[in-house]
Antibody, heavy 118, light 107 residues
Framework: EVQLVESGGGLVQPGGSLRLSCAAS????????MSWVRQAPGKGLEWISY????????SYADSVKGRFTVSRDNAKNSLFLQMDSLRDDDTAVYFC???????????WGQGTPVTVSS | EIVLTQSPATLSLSPGQRATLSCRAS??????LAWYQQKPGQAPRLIIY???NRATGIPPRFSGSGSGTDFTLTISSLEPEDVAVYYC?????????FGQGTTLEIK
């Protein structure tokens, strides 16, 4: 069974940092492009980043570019999101998801909540 | 950036009725459009990809159609468990975008 489990969320002050992790199991992690998607309270889905299997192509939404860094460790079946210079509007549930065929996301984790507040 | 516009924002129907949800793209995405279902408190779940292919485990009452800029998700006979927000999504030039969602309510 494919499983994605996020962790690392929590409460952080504006300007602070957090590192999210996504542990993958039930499939061979290394060949897949992975994405991060977030959802602010009561709002819709917002894609924020993807990383290809060999980390040779990475993309970010404009809203997080220069502040967030995505990475992965294929040996540990793990995906990461380093979030720096956090702002109030980064408050959201953060989901990791597996990408297929360059555009759709076929498996999602349950999400980890991040609250940015003083 | 391709913008996806969903309509209606909210749809309220009775069990057994047919639901028709629309997604319009600001430019052609060919057939590379996906639909997701998000129930309250849960992660999104893929229900349709390539505009019309049902994902694994999705019941046949869900169907998708369309190509280019106009797409439709149809639920042929609503069940109470279909209460959810439905999102369309595409990816072009390494930028993914989602529609704003349609909330489906069951009367």
């Amino acid at each position: 069974e494919v499983q994605l489990v996020e962790s690392g969320g929590g409460l952080v002050q504006p300007g602070g940092s957090l590192r999210l992790s996504c542990a993958a199991s039930g499939f061979t992690f290394s060949p897949y492009t992975m994405s991060w998607v977030r959802q602010a309270p009561g709002k819709g889905l917002e894609w924020i980043s993807y990383i290809t299997s060999a980390s040779d192509s990475i993309s970010y939404a404009d809203s997080v570019k220069g502040r967030f860094t995505v990475s992965r460790d294929n040996a540990k079946n793990s995906l990461f999101l380093q979030m720096d210079s956090l702002r109030d509007d980064d408050t959201a549930v953060y989901f990791c998801a597996r990408e297929r065929r360059g555009y759709y996301l076929d498996y999602w984790g349950q999400g980890t909540p991040v609250t940015v507040s003083s | 950036e391709i913008v996806l516009t969903q309509s209606p924002a909210t749809l309220s129907l009775s069990p057994g009725q047919r639901a028709t949800l629309s997604c319009r793209a600001s430019q052609s995405v060919d057939n590379q459009l996906a639909w997701y279902q998000q129930k309250p408190g849960q992660a999104p779940r893929l229900i349709i990809y390539d505009a019309s292919n049902r994902a694994t485990g999705i019941p046949p009452r869900f169907s998708g159609s369309g190509s280019g800029t106009d797409f439709t998700l149809t639920i042929s006979s609503l069940e109470p468990e279909d209460v959810a927000v439905y999102y369309c999504q595409q990816c072009s030039k390494k930028l993914y975008t989602f529609g704003q969602g349609t909330t489906l309510e069951i009367k």
